[in-house]
């Protein structure tokens, strides 16, 4: 079954952690992309990464990092530095950098700060 | 500044009336405009691309380019297709990377 996995669907923090969302995809796409989604603001892009060994920060980086080791997967580590960490992440995927083609996402991870 | 504007956050229509959720964009150049569904429980997921110039799911959206517009309608709303829909656009000004709008909740009352 192909398509991108987010693990895990609820991850709960506490202050002063950090944290890994992993993104997993089988679809051999080049480009995968991190938005956070709030209530209200659609979806606002992290980090996104074209190719390997490459990635871009986005609107909202700050608080976050990211790696691309490899093609099929791209883990975001959500730090200490992130002051308001509560929210619905997602993962996508394209075959290009440009959207044109579309985007297939994964089914989430919401964060919570305890 | 590329942007893109979806004026109602909820829209609430009965079934079987016409249903338009609007987008508006700023944008210097020549965007793709898409709309994406997120159905409750499921993935967000792309419903339509303007350069397709297709019906899916019997929505249909037509880029006004002087009014700088790309509503999404469907002229008899049915219970399933209460979810969140978004419009986005991409274009070589944002790098060819998705920029949103806020989202509108439709909601299909029975």
């Known amino acids: 079954d192909g398509g991108i996995t987010q693990s895990p669907k609820y991850l709960f923090r506490k202050e002063g952690q950090n944290v890994t969302l992993s993104c997993e995809q089988n679809?051999?796409?080049?480009?995968m992309y991190w938005y956070r989604q709030d209530p209200g603001q659609g979806l606002r892009l992290i980090y996104y990464?074209?190719?390997?060994?490459?990635?871009q920060k986005g609107d909202i980086a700050e608080g976050y990092s990211v790696s691309r080791e490899k093609k099929e997967s791209f883990p975001l580590t959500v730090t200490s530095a992130q002051k308001n960490p509560t929210a619905f992440y997602l993962c996508?995927?394209?075959?290009?950098?440009?959207?044109?083609?579309?985007?297939?996402f994964g089914s989430g991870t919401r964060l919570t700060v305890v | 500044a590329q942007r893109v504007t979806q004026p109602e956050k909820l829209l609430s229509v009965f079934k079987g009336a016409p249903v338009e959720l609007k987008c508006n964009y700023s944008?210097?150049?020549?965007?793709?405009l898409f709309w994406y569904v997120q159905y409750s429980r499921q993935r967000l997921q792309l419903l339509l691309r303007?350069?397709?110039?297709?019906s899916i799911k019997g929505f249909t959206a037509d880029l006004n380019k002087g009014e700088t517009s790309f509503h999404l309608k469907k002229p008899f709303a049915q219970e399933e297709d209460s979810a969140m829909y978004y419009c986005?656009?991409?274009?070589?000004?944002?790098?060819?990377?998705?920029?949103w709008g806020a989202g509108t909740k439709l909601i299909i009352k029975p």
């Open positions: 990464s074209q190719i390997v060994n490459d990635f």
């Open positions: 679809l051999n796409h080049d480009a």
């Open positions: 986005a656009l991409s274009g070589r000004w944002s790098n060819y990377q998705l920029i």
């Open positions: 996508a995927s394209s075959t290009s950098r440009d959207a044109a083609y579309g985007y297939t």
């Open positions: 303007h350069i397709s110039r297709e």
């Open positions: 944008y210097s150049g020549s965007p793709e």
